[in-house]
């Protein structure tokens, strides 16, 4: 049976911003942008998570809830930066380790035991070495695969270390309440209560084929969490399966040119993490959200994959003046590329022309990585 560790950053945002500014330590702090704006909270310190904030709720309510909290915008390329310096570190110790998100990975402990002792003790030495190092706070589960240990990260957070022993993992879920299951969330939340399941004992318990009249596929998945069942195997390849970017307006606009103007900035940004990240995309999607929150996609797949700012504004603007059919004020514009494949090298099969537009990009990826997304625009039909 194998050892699993999931390791989890304590507020990783807020910690980071704590870090560039320490004046934040020991404040109800709120990445997320404007209070007056639309956005959502990204990450709340525990001082603030004390009047009731969490993730992904609206900017504004948080507001209501703390207006004395400090809301910031944020500073992403600094997370990744200290994430991508944590998970070095998990790399230098272990072969196999996978990134979850920004901000959690797991790493298999299996047959480390005569290499770093016992697996309480390493995770409490391996905490203290990431907080010395980075001044990051994190919280560490343990235990035979990857859903118990994650339950287990979360039980003493921020700081905890949880250990739960081979075969005890459905004791240890058991008194746990329903919404402790990952993906046990609003729509499936108040359906499991309202049929008298209360922790993830309860639902242990009972008949895997009820689970699965009521909930279909997830019922049978849920149960076997429940049971402390899960997955132990580490996926260390990640391909990136899609590139996106969306405004949401502060206030509603209607002129067809102001939101191409959003289109195109768009389209220069999602170009730009293409080539960053040397893909091309196959298929261009818009997302269009009225005032009333009615919410469109539309998509078109290209002839040949691209990662020109031009082909893509251009792909954009034609979905969304086919799409934007409502005289309702739009809230929100987006792009997401898909279908993403790795850059050809063979640029020497390209005619003349192509070379020259393809050189052309590779240095305005430099200059914008170097002053900034503003710093030049490709021009398109009606664009400069």
């Known amino acids: 049976m194998k ?13 980071v911003e704590r870090i560039l500014d320490p004046s934040l330590e020991g404040k109800p702090v709120i990445v997320g942008g404007d209070p007056n704006g639309r956005g959502v909270v990204a990450a709340c310190s525990y001082e603030a998570r004390k009047y009731g904030i969490h993730s992904a709720m609206p900017v504004k309510n948080a507001y209501r809830l703390c207006p004395k909290a400090l809301f910031l915008h944020g500073h992403y390329k600094e997370y990744v930066r200290y994430s991508n310096a944590v998970k070095f570190l998990l790399e230098e110790k272990f072969q196999l380790v996978q990134q979850a998100s920004v901000d959690e990975f797991y790493f298999d402990f299996t047959g480390c035991e005569k290499i770093y002792g016992k697996p309480e003790e390493f995770a409490k030495k391996l905490q203290d070495e990431i907080q010395h190092k980075f001044s990051l706070p994190c919280s560490i589960g343990i235990s035979s695969n990857k859903g118990v240990s994650k339950i287990a990260t979360d039980f003493k957070k921020p700081r905890g270390i949880t250990f739960v022993p081979h075969g005890k993992e459905k004791e240890f879920l058991a008194p746990l309440a329903v919404e402790r299951i990952p993906g046990v969330g609003k729509k499936t939340f108040p359906i499991l209560r309202a049929r008298g399941f209360k922790t993830i004992g309860d639902i242990a318990n009972a008949s895997p084929d009820y689970l699965a009249a009521v909930l279909g596929k997830f019922g049978t998945d849920i149960w076997n969490r429940a049971k402390g069942f899960g997955n132990d195997i580490l996926s260390v390849e990640h391909d990136r399966k899609s590139i996106s970017k969306e405004t949401t307006f502060n206030q509603d606009i209607v002129g067809k040119t102001e939101i191409e ?59 969304f003046h086919n799409a934007y059919s409502r005289r309702v004020g739009v809230r929100l514009i987006g792009i997401h590329l898909s279908n993403l494949s790795h850059s050809s090298e063979q640029e020497v099969l390209f005619e003349d022309e192509d070379i020259i537009r393809k050189r052309m990009l590779n240095a305005v990826t430099k200059i914008r990585d170097k002053f900034g997304d503003k710093a030049i625009h490709i021009g398109a039909e009606g664009k400069n």
């Open 3 to 15: 050892t699993i560790f999931h390791l989890d950053m304590d507020a990783f945002f807020v910690s």
């Open 261 to 319: 103007n959003h289109l195109f900035e768009l389209a220069a940004k999602v170009a730009q993490l293409l080539r960053n990240e040397n893909f091309q995309a196959s298929t261009v999607s818009i997302k269009l959200r009225y005032s009333d929150f009615s919410t469109i996609t539309r998509a078109k797949t290209l002839h040949e994959p691209t990662d020109d700012d031009k082909i893509i504004f251009e792909t954009a603007a034609k979905l």
